[in-house]
């Protein structure tokens, strides 16, 4: 039942946070092959917004809450030369982005990337369409690794 979950249905299910959540949390399981102790760390919200006319940088977001506490230490992509983590802050009234070397992740919090905050930064894609799916690989300092597919719009 696990192997047969559709990644894509993250995104279908946007707005039904149960569902979505529900959805994440199997495509995890069955691709990390963990079983329960997968289920200590939620992943839900994948999005990717891609590249804007010529442009070549996607962009990624998502929302983390492990149970025990974890810190992300990597991310890449098998289809894009990088992946950097991103944060936007706004500085005498000056949006900035800075890069993260890693992301705590706190015990039991909520951690987002989301528009106007932290973001994935995907270097290098021309060619993701509308509907198609990115994967990015997270490496967490627990020796997790985290495969996912993020819907493009
Ligand atoms: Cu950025």
Request: hydrophobic share 40%; aromatic share 4%; with cysteine.
């Amino acid at each position: 039942m696990l192997k047969s979950t559709n990644k894509r249905r993250v995104g279908f299910h946007r707005g039904r946070a149960a569902a979505a959540f529900l959805t994440a949390l199997l495509s995890i399981s069955g691709l990390t092959a963990c079983g329960p102790a997968s289920k200590i760390l939620d992943v839900s919200d994948l999005e990717c917004r891609s590249p804007l006319g010529s442009g070549d940088v996607a962009v990624g977001y998502l929302t983390l809450r492990s149970l025990r506490g974890d810190r992300i230490m990597s991310v890449s992509s098998p289809s894009a030369p990088a992946v950097e983590m991103h944060e936007t802050s706004i500085e005498n009234g000056i949006s900035r982005m800075k890069r993260l070397e890693s992301l705590d992740l706190p015990a039991g919090e909520r951690v987002a990337f989301e528009p106007g905050g932290r973001h994935l930064m995907i270097f290098g894609v021309r060619e993701i369409g509308r509907n198609a799916t990115i994967p990015i690989t997270i490496t967490l300092e627990s020796g997790k690794t985290l495969n996912l597919n993020f819907p493009c719009r």
